[in-house]
């Protein structure tokens, strides 16, 4: 039986590393990894290691009440648009950041900020990709 996809994924993030896909066929990333490239359709992909180091484009706060509850103890957070260097977007938790609206407005006028990642391994029984602004 094949590995599964989603399980792979979890478990390179638990041991630090964030993957994709790379088709073969027009060279797009996909991200996160599935059976097929999300530009062409192709099946024919390798597996790559992405960098995790990328710019903030965008914060905004998360919900609180959070939208699933595995995330109450991080509750509330600040969630950002991420373009990783490899092109890749990420929405995703920043763990280093005030979450108030001053905050935000702040960092939306400054620009593209320096991010890496900070994948989190203690919320409830999975890891979560999450950055911190360098």
Not at 79 to 106: C, F, R, W
Request: aromatic share 12%.
């Amino acid at each position: 039986m094949a590995e599964s996809i989603v399980k792979k994924y979890y478990d390179e993030l638990e041991n630090g590393r964030i993957i994709a896909h790379t088709c073969k066929k027009c060279g797009q990333y996909t991200f996160p990894p599935t059976t097929m490239c999300e530009c062409c359709g192709s099946s024919d992909f390798e597996e790559v290691v992405l960098s995790g180091k990328g710019k903030l484009e965008f914060v905004s706060h998360g919900a609180n009440p959070p939208p699933h509850p595995r995330f109450a103890d991080i509750a509330p957070y600040a969630y950002g648009h991420i373009l990783l260097d490899e092109g890749v977007y990420v929405q995703a938790i920043v763990t280093n950041i005030d979450y108030s609206p001053k905050t935000m407005e702040a960092y939306f006028e400054k620009g593209p900020v320096d991010v890496v990642a900070d994948i989190q391994t203690y919320i409830d029984d999975l890891p979560v990709l999450t950055f911190k602004v360098l």
